[in-house]
């Protein structure tokens, strides 16, 4: 009984230093994102109470509903694009194969590179004059094919989606792969002794045994998906014409370019319960598949 | 027992530690050295970024009470970073700003500190008019250091001459024929940058409207006096859809930043760049032969009423100072900013081919190009755009401006846009 008590208090005090940071830093300013968001703020003068105002002027902004759409655009582009490509390199790499760390390095490279260097790299590449993509399709004289890739409001938004898809295919390699080594032998084995085929024991036994992982995999996905900023920023800044504005970069540049502090804080309180919204959904369905 | 003791011991400490962090970065070290924080962005290593630095630099020699350190944010982050630490209470001791709508919310948010007491200084070295450029409601907030041209046109001499022109051409509509005849050499007429969205409005549309509308037309169409829908107004937008409609600018002009199409002018992959007087050091410095760049104002416009020997420009290079300077701190910022505009400051900017406020003398080794530009400015100063909207405005225009250039909006849509944003505030 004493020595219980003991832990506890022990724990407590141990905790407390992280807790303490952890509640000033991270859950304080959720908390006055709240505030702000009901008042109208240049960020200099007085603040000023509006109630509801920014939220409403929110939904009637065009531009919030396309940055929101574009943001959509992103969440499905990882989900649909990383975790698969994803799991199918790691499904082939989890034998024994020559090479396998190469491989795994390779694969992990783009995660490990500043997302800077990956947007001015992508950007060099996707260049409508010199970059190597044209170049390429004009050596082999599918010219008709060469498109201005970031300056053009049609193809912007799917050259940045190739690049997000890129970019973090290499970390749920890395996650999957774990995952799938954890997998025993024994099932495995007793699966072949049965007669199992390998497609038959990848899809039976293998994902199912990670399903947890996978699931964990697409609520990282779904989470930085929502907040994905930088890169865009660096390759396009939302442009051309608000072609890649995702809701982020639309709170940044409402907050910071125009002064509106408020309206932005307003934004960020509606990317959070979006956020959380969605990523309560998909934790249910996927759930409920694991069965 | 021991052990929880040890605990509550290192856990305290620890806080102790982060209190600690928190408290040093407030104070000075103790000693009796005032240090004063200055941000600017003179990331860039151009002559006149090296002249104000070497500005600072002596000026730390000559105090050894006083030390002035140098932050540097590159340009096109440096505003955000500054109105981002001023709605935090962070901002600088001392920091670099820009006139106009600029600095308007600043002086608002009583975060800069009036430089009224010693603003009789530079009585007799820069005018009023352009002084004027850097006071609101009538306190002066900053010295200028420079003054910035927004709208110049830079050429090279061999390339248009190989599309038969000998002299740059005067009238718009030559300018469409040099176009033209370009790109039937196929040669880039115009190098462009316009990702960062900002150049096609402040350097092409402050002259090309002000020939358009006069100078009079911004500031009354602000106050609800004129109105953006203004047809000559809409006319000097269509020139920007007119540009790309016949191919003036090259193909990758929304994914190039404004330094790299400078880049690509001076290494010849165009014949002409549109560029404010930020221009002319680097041109000056990177290109191989000087004599074949020249440099030319804006063309005039067929029926617009505006005056077209005026030229887009703004007084530049002030430094404000923080209004929470402790009254030791503000004498040591005084006497700075009293030695850095100095006479000595100017020459050095000069001979770095910056135009400056002050009415200097000019030697013969000045270069052609930049004695061209300076006696631009003699035709008077149209206001820069940028310089004069609101930032929602700015915004607007800049992200239009690019919208009729991927043509998704048309240039009376975006006059209809700017005149409802400038009625709802």
């Not at chain 2, 200084?121 to 907030?141: C, L, R």
């Not at chain 2, 196929?186 to 402050?206: E, H």
Request: overall charge negative; proline content about 4%; some cysteine.
């Amino acid at each position: 009984m004493h020595a219980t008590r003991n832990k506890t208090i022990a724990i407590t005090v141990g905790i407390l230093p992280a807790l303490i940071i952890y509640l000033i830093f991270a859950i304080l300013p959720i908390l006055q994102s709240f505030y702000y968001s009901l008042m109208e703020w240049d960020g200099f003068s007085a603040m000023q109470y509006v109630g509801l105002d920014n939220f409403k002027a929110l939904f009637q902004d065009p531009l919030f509903w396309n940055s929101l759409k574009n943001n959509i655009y992103v969440v499905l582009a990882s989900v649909l694009g990383q975790v698969p490509i994803a799991l199918f390199i790691a499904l082939l790499l989890n034998r024994k194969i020559k090479g396998l760390k190469l491989f795994r390095t390779i694969g992990f490279l783009p995660v490990v590179l500043s997302t800077v260097v990956i947007s001015i790299t992508w950007s060099l590449i996707y260049n409508s004059e010199n970059g190597l993509i044209n170049e390429l399709l004009r050596t082999i004289g599918l010219d008709f094919l060469a498109q201005n890739w970031l300056g053009d409001s049609k193809w912007s938004m799917i050259a940045v989606l190739v690049t997000v898809i890129w970019q973090f295919v290499g970390l749920y390699l890395i996650i999957f792969l774990a995952a799938l080594q954890n997998v025993p032998e024994e099932v495995l084995e007793a699966a072949r002794i049965d007669g199992a085929s390998e497609w038959k024991t990848t899809w039976s036994i293998t994902i199912p045994m990670i399903w947890d992982t996978i699931i964990v995999a697409v609520i990282l996905c779904i989470s930085g998906s929502l907040k994905t900023f930088d890169l865009i920023y660096v390759m396009t800044n939302g442009g051309p014409a608000h072609s890649t504005d995702v809701m982020a970069l639309y709170m940044f540049n409402e907050t910071f370019n125009q002064l509106q502090y408020g309206y932005g804080s307003a934004v960020s309180v509606i990317i959070f319960f979006f956020s959380l919204i969605l990523i309560y959904t998909v934790t249910k369905l996927l759930g409920k598949k694991m069965i | 027992m021991r052990k929880l003791a040890i605990m509550i011991f290192s856990t305290a400490f620890l806080l102790g530690l982060v209190a600690c962090g928190g408290s040093n970065n407030e104070e000075t070290s103790g000693s009796d050295v005032i240090e004063l924080t200055l941000w600017n962005d003179w990331t860039e290593d151009r002559p006149e970024n090296n002249a104000y630095k070497s500005m600072v630099e002596k000026f730390n020699e000559e105090n050894e009470d006083i030390e002035v350190i140098i932050e540097a944010i590159p340009h096109d982050q440096y505003e955000t970073k500054l109105r981002t630490q001023a709605a935090g209470k962070q901002l600088p001791d001392m920091f670099r700003v820009w006139p106009g709508a600029r600095i308007q919310p600043l002086v608002e948010g009583d975060a800069l500190l009036p430089l009224n007491d010693i603003i009789d200084n530079w009585k007799d070295t820069i005018p009023e008019g352009i002084m004027k450029d850097y006071a609101v409601d009538g306190n002066q907030y900053a010295i200028p250091g420079n003054i910035s041209e927004t709208s110049l046109i830079f050429y090279n001499k061999e390339m248009i001459a190989q599309a038969g022109f000998d002299t740059f051409p005067e009238s718009y509509k030559d300018l469409k024929g040099l176009i033209q005849a370009l790109n039937e050499k196929d040669i880039t007429p115009i190098s462009l940058g316009n990702k960062a969205i900002w150049p096609l409005q402040s350097v092409y549309i402050s002259t090309i409207a002000d020939r358009f509308t006069g100078s009079d037309f911004l500031p009354q169409a602000l106050n609800g006096e004129g109105t953006f829908e203004n047809e000559q107004f809409v006319q000097s937008l269509s020139i920007i859809q007119e540009l790309t409609e016949i191919k003036a600018f090259n193909e990758d002009m929304n994914t190039l930043d404004e330094a790299q199409a400078r880049n690509n002018f001076i290494s010849g992959n165009a014949a002409m760049h549109f560029a404010g007087s930020w221009a002319i050091g680097p041109i000056l410095e990177s290109a191989e032969n000087i004599e074949n760049i020249g440099v030319a104002p804006f063309p005039s416009f067929e029926g617009g009423e505006g005056d077209p020997a005026k030229i887009a420009g703004v007084a530049g290079g002030g430094i404000a100072l923080n209004s929470d300077l402790s009254e030791e701190e503000r004498e040591a910022a005084f006497k700075f900013l009293k030695f850095f505009y100095s006479e000595e400051m100017y020459q050095q900017l000069l001979e770095a081919n910056i135009i400056v406020p002050a009415d200097l003398e000019m030697g013969d080794e000045i270069p052609q190009v930049f004695q061209e530009a300076n006696k631009l400015a003699q035709g008077g100063l149209a206001p820069v755009y940028d310089a004069t909207l609101t930032p929602e405005l700015t915004d607007l225009i800049n992200n239009g401006l690019q919208s009729i250039t991927l043509g998704e909006m048309t240039p009376e849509e975006l006059a209809k846009e700017m005149q409802a944003e400038n009625e709802g505030k």
